[in-house]
């Protein structure tokens, strides 16, 4: 039942998440910085948001290998559904047009962002392909702090998707501020509890 519990999690976390992307990318207002990079090369290569963002993290995932970082379910799973559900989502969102509409599509999409992160990194099915960079460098350089590390690897992308033509905006900033406080509340809400030893088979129990 708990592995049930947790690949359904997962699973809604992603497609929500590639939801809340979209919803970010109507609203006009600025984008996360990963996205303001996915967006950038969306732009100069003609190719979809969606599958942007799964062959951006082909060679992120690869940057593991020197990392010694270990991919799970989750890390695979994430690669490919949240590009899907993302270009999904855009194709049926209505634009919006007006500043409501703008500022309820930013809204809406910081706020789906972290609910859908909590879903989906509370499954413990692995990390997503950016996520494993960002714990794998901290884990190569111990003396840097994880703060910096993902400060710099998010400056780095939103700088090169600023220069593509990606949207940066007050939702960058938003997003920015919010996001942290946000996972922090639903991440401990919806992580799927480790099973007691009671639970084990008794084989497992008794050692």
């Known amino acids: 039942m708990n592995l049930f519990r947790r690949v359904v999690q997962l699973l809604v976390g992603l497609v ?5 992307m979209a919803l970010m990318v109507e609203s006009g207002l600025g984008l996360n910085p990963w996205d303001v990079f996915h967006q950038g090369l969306s732009e100069v290569t003609g190719i979809s948001f969606g599958w942007i963002v799964l062959l951006a993290g082909v060679p992120v995932l690869l940057l593991w290998i020197p990392l010694r970082q ?3 379910v989750g ?3 994430n690669l490919f559904i ?6 999904a989502a855009l194709a049926l969102l209505p634009a919006g047009e ?6 309820g599509y930013l809204v809406g999409g910081i706020l789906l962002n972290g609910f859908a992160t909590g879903l989906y990194i509370g499954s413990r099915m692995g990390p997503g392909p950016r996520d494993g960079l960002m714990t794998g460098l901290a ?13 710099g690897i998010e400056l780095f992308v939103l700088g090169v998707g600023f220069l593509l033509g990606g949207t940066v905006g007050a939702g960058t900033i938003v997003y ?6 946000l996972v922090h509340l639903f991440l401990p809400r919806l992580t799927v509890p480790e099973p007691a030893r009671s639970d084990l088979p008794d084989t497992f129990a008794s050692r």
């Open 16 to 20: 929500l998440y590639g939801a809340s």
């Open 70 to 72: 270990k991919p799970g």
């Open 75 to 77: 890390t695979v799973a």
């Open 82 to 87: 949240i590009g899907f559900a993302a270009d």
């Open 98 to 103: 007006s500043i409501p509409a703008k500022v």
């Open 139 to 151: 884990g190569r350089f111990p003396k840097v702090s994880i703060r910096v590390i993902r400060t």
């Open 176 to 181: 920015a501020v919010a996001i942290g406080p």
